[in-house]
């Protein structure tokens, strides 16, 4: 079955950078999209960055834009997400999620990792 783990996550002053990680298995992954997800507190969950694991092709929500970069490390079936110039507003669980055959933008993921926490301080 595939799994994925999270990493990565910590506190952070705004305008700072942190980079996630997502350890997958159960491959491969090569007719799966990859993405990333947050939710904050009392709000539902949203659609962050997307790849497909093959092609690479990238999707981005527009909130991110020009300050996330998802990539992934195929031999060593790694998922990243770079954030730079954090945001209060981007304090949040980041869950990685991995997709069959849905759309890279969700929300029909199949599975899910546990998240990892991001806060940004003002």
């Known amino acids: 079955q595939v799994q994925l783990v999270e990493s990565g996550g910590g506190l952070v002053q705004a305008g700072a950078s942190l980079r996630l990680s997502c350890a997958a298995s159960?491959?491969?992954?090569?007719?799966?999209?990859l993405g990333w997800f947050r939710q904050a507190p009392g709000t539902e969950r949203k659609f962050v960055a997307g790849?497909?694991?093959?092609?690479?092709?990238?999707y981005y929500a527009d909130s991110v834009k020009g300050r996330f970069t998802i990539s992934r490390d195929i031999a060593k079936n790694l998922m990243y997400l770079q954030m730079n110039s954090l945001k209060p507003e981007d304090t949040a669980v980041y869950f990685c999620?991995?997709?069959?055959?849905?759309?890279?933008?969700?929300?029909?993921?199949?599975?899910w990792g546990q998240g990892t926490q991001v806060t940004v301080s003002s």
């Open positions: 999620a991995a997709t069959r055959h849905g759309s890279i933008r969700g929300p029909d993921y199949d599975y």
């Open positions: 159960g491959g491969p992954f090569s007719n799966y999209g």
């Open positions: 790849v497909w694991w093959s092609g690479g092709s990238t």
